[in-house]
């Protein structure tokens, strides 16, 4: 059993930084393209940012182009989404997720295992 769970979420001021991490257990590391979504109460859930499970491809979403970053270490089993120039509309749950698979985007329907979520919120 694939278990998925994310932590760093906080509250923060306009322009600060969070890092998010994701861990994942129950299963080889490296088969795993990964993907960082986030819901607004009221709103589709929206994809932030994907890494193929090299972790030499990412994609992002153009909201969050040149200020997120995501990046991955298979050794330690691990993601993380850096979040510079944090702004009041990055506000949300943040969600992690995981597919069994050589391929990383941004469709939910990709992913097979998600995280329980944590809360970022950005105070202007």
């Known amino acids: 059993q694939v278990q998925v769970v994310e932590s760093g979420g906080g509250l923060v001021q306009a322009g600060d930084s969070l890092r998010l991490s994701c861990a994942v257990s129950?299963?080889?590391?490296?088969?795993?393209?990964m993907g960082w979504f986030r819901q607004v109460p009221g709103k589709e859930r929206e994809f932030v940012a994907a890494?193929?499970?090299?972790?030499?491809?990412?994609d992002y979403a153009d909201s969050v182009k040149g200020r997120f970053s995501i990046s991955r270490d298979g050794a330690k089993n691990t993601v993380w989404l850096q979040m510079n120039n944090l702004k009041p509309e990055d506000t949300a749950v943040y969600y992690c997720?995981?597919?069994?698979?050589?391929?990383?985007?941004?469709?939910?329907?990709?992913?097979?295992?998600w995280g329980q979520g944590t809360q970022v919120s950005v105070s202007s």
């Open positions: 997720a995981a597919t069994p698979s050589d391929v990383y985007g941004d469709s939910e329907g990709m992913y097979d295992y």
């Open positions: 129950g299963r080889t590391f490296r088969s795993f393209g």
């Open positions: 890494i193929s499970y090299s972790g030499r491809s990412t």
